[in-house]
């Protein structure tokens, strides 16, 4: 919007299968290499599905040192707190604070803010009701009176949506503007649009942005094979054969500021936020309109807040799912929205997965190091375009972007389509 403060986008962290910094997942995308291995959390060896891209032999207190806090916050927290610090410390916003005088830092503290996303929580924090459940036979009074005994009394503090709000807030002294948006695979993507929202009507002055999930769980697998959206092998965005998705797990995170602050702090600027746009296509919780209608609108209204037009777009970060549904309508979409002739396509979950919350701010992190770099990373799992959608502009090969504007789409039940639109900072 044009009378509306330019927003920097200064900072940034992720942690996903492929790896613990933006700069190795990066690496990972470039080079082609998938995190999808094997199931490790369980025995998955008779399940239908048996591949997920997991943050595989970390231990937690790489993450979160303070051991005492793992005993109050769940997996999907011990990610979404690590990714949010990562974010503010690399935008320097701590040790700028740290020359500050010390009656500015209250103030600079008050209008600094935090918004995070989450998935919803996962079916594992039910379960360990399960044994006792089963001991009791279904005789309530048995079960209400063993409970104490048998559930960890940590169980609902673990279990708290605003979790990684919580702790970010508290290490790093962020006491401003909050929120915590629970939106299915959304959830990311809607922090980073709230937290720009409430910059441009001043309401702080930067704001960090998170997004997490852990859905490599048994229920939350199994749910997902039972409706038909999981591939047993190999995540295809947009390919002929394609056969459905393939869960990860992890956050990411990016510090938003004024950019006049930014730049009056010498702040190093990794991209400046554009605009986003969000729509539903009030179709149903898992049914999508198949001519494409939902993504389209979203991206027209995403350049409109941006106030360019498609052709001043360089390149797309596609949802890029892998589910035959998805894929199919989220292409005509884009074709539609650009006239039938978009720029480069690309999508990452054939990569790192799908991070359900998670996954639209990381394919965000990862859209501001392409155009960094110059590059629209290929899709390597991609063999034949599917012919319904054969004019998409997505490659197995590297691409190169058409200008320094990316275009990131994200897809979440419900019907939501949401788009948001960045630019890389000038070298």
Same mark, same amino acid.
């Given at each position: 919007?044009?009378?509306?403060?330019?927003?920097?986008?200064?900072?940034?962290?992720?942690?996903?299968?492929?790896?613990?910094?933006?700069? +190795?997942?990066?690496?990972?995308?470039?080079?082609?290499?998938?995190?999808?291995?094997?199931?490790? &959390?369980?025995?998955?060896?008779?399940?239908?599905?048996?591949?997920?891209?997991?943050?595989?032999?970390?231990?937690?207190?790489? @993450?979160?040192?303070?051991?005492?806090?793992?005993?109050?916050?769940?997996?999907?927290?011990?990610?979404?707190?690590?990714?949010?610090?990562?974010?503010?410390?690399?935008?320097?916003?701590?040790?700028?604070?740290?020359?500050?005088?010390?009656?500015?830092?209250?103030?600079?503290?008050?209008?600094?803010?935090?918004?995070?996303?989450?998935?919803?929580?996962?079916?594992?924090?039910?379960?360990?009701?399960?044994?006792?459940?089963?001991?009791?036979?279904?005789?309530?009074?048995?079960?209400?009176?063993?409970?104490?005994?048998?559930?960890?009394?940590?169980?609902?503090? +673990?279990?708290?949506?605003?979790?990684?709000?919580?702790?970010?807030?508290?290490?790093?002294?962020?006491?401003?503007?909050?929120?915590?948006?629970?939106?299915?695979?959304?959830?990311?993507?809607?922090?980073?649009?709230?937290?720009?929202?409430?910059?441009?009507?001043?309401?702080?002055?930067?704001?960090?942005?998170?997004?997490?999930?852990?859905?490599?769980?048994?229920?939350?697998?199994?749910?997902?094979?039972?409706?038909?959206?999981?591939?047993?092998?190999?995540?295809?965005?947009?390919?002929?054969?394609?056969?459905?998705?393939?869960?990860?797990?992890?956050?990411?995170?990016?510090?938003?500021?004024?950019?006049?602050?930014? &730049?009056?702090?010498?702040?190093?600027?990794?991209?400046?936020?554009?605009?986003?746009?969000?729509?539903?296509?009030?179709?149903?919780?898992?049914?999508?309109? =198949?001519?494409?209608?939902?993504?389209?609108?979203?991206?027209?209204?995403? @350049?409109?807040?941006?106030?360019?037009?498609?052709?001043?777009?360089?390149?797309?970060?596609?949802?890029?799912?892998?589910?035959?549904?998805?894929?199919?309508?989220?292409?005509?979409?884009?074709?539609?929205?650009?006239?039938?002739?978009? =720029? =480069?396509?690309?999508?990452? +979950?054939?990569?790192?997965?799908?991070?359900?919350?998670?996954?639209?701010?990381?394919?965000?992190?990862?859209?501001?190091?392409?155009?960094?770099?110059?590059?629209?990373?290929?899709?390597?799992?991609?063999?034949?375009?599917?012919?319904?959608?054969?004019?998409?502009?997505?490659?197995?090969?590297?691409?190169?972007?058409?200008?320094?504007?990316?275009?990131?789409?994200?897809?979440?039940?419900?019907?939501?389509?949401?788009?948001?639109?960045?630019?890389?900072?000038?070298?």
């Amino acid at each position: 919007m044009s009378n509306s403060p330019r927003i920097a986008i200064t900072g940034s962290g992720a942690v996903c299968g492929a790896g613990l910094t933006v700069e +190795k997942i990066w690496a990972a995308v470039i080079n082609g290499q998938s995190a999808v291995t094997p199931i490790t &959390q369980w025995d998955a060896a008779r399940w239908p599905v048996k591949v997920a891209a997991g943050v595989n032999g970390v231990k937690n207190q790489e @993450l979160v040192e303070d051991r005492k806090l793992h005993k109050s916050i769940s997996r999907t927290d011990i990610f979404g707190i690590y990714a949010g610090g990562e974010a503010i410390k690399s935008s320097g916003i701590p040790s700028h604070r740290e020359t500050l005088d010390a009656a500015m830092v209250p103030h600079f503290n008050d209008r600094s803010g935090l918004v995070v996303g989450s998935g919803g929580g996962t079916y594992s924090s039910n379960y360990e009701y399960f044994p006792l459940m089963t001991e009791s036979g279904g005789d309530m009074r048995k079960f209400g009176a063993e409970l104490g005994s048998s559930v960890n009394p940590m169980w609902l503090l +673990k279990n708290l949506p605003n979790n990684v709000l919580c702790h970010v807030g508290i290490r790093h002294m962020f006491k401003g503007t909050n929120a915590c948006i629970t939106n299915q695979c959304a959830g990311g993507v809607l922090a980073v649009a709230e937290a720009a929202e409430s910059l441009r009507t001043d309401e702080a002055d930067r704001i960090a942005a998170v997004g997490h999930d852990t859905p490599i769980e048994p229920e939350t697998v199994f749910g997902y094979h039972k409706l038909g959206l999981l591939s047993r092998d190999v995540l295809r965005p947009f390919d002929r054969t394609r056969s459905g998705t393939i869960f990860g797990e992890g956050a990411a995170a990016v510090m938003l500021e004024k950019f006049d602050n930014a &730049q009056a702090r010498k702040a190093t600027i990794l991209g400046e936020f554009l605009g986003h746009g969000c729509v539903t296509e009030a179709m149903g919780v898992v049914d999508l309109r =198949p001519d494409g209608d939902g993504p389209a609108r979203a991206i027209a209204l995403a @350049l409109l807040d941006a106030g360019i037009t498609t052709a001043d777009v360089g390149m797309i970060v596609a949802h890029g799912n892998g589910t035959p549904a998805s894929d199919a309508s989220e292409a005509k979409g884009i074709l539609c929205a650009f006239g039938g002739n978009p =720029p =480069p396509v690309t999508a990452f +979950k054939w990569c790192v997965g799908h991070l359900l919350a998670a996954s639209g701010i990381l394919d965000l992190v990862l859209a501001i190091e392409a155009l960094r770099h110059g590059v629209v990373p290929g899709v390597p799992t991609l063999n034949e375009v599917a012919a319904e959608f054969s004019s998409l502009p997505v490659s197995r090969d590297p691409q190169r972007p058409r200008s320094d504007v990316a275009l990131v789409l994200c897809r979440g039940f419900g019907g939501m389509n949401v788009a948001l639109v960045v630019r890389a900072a000038k070298p």
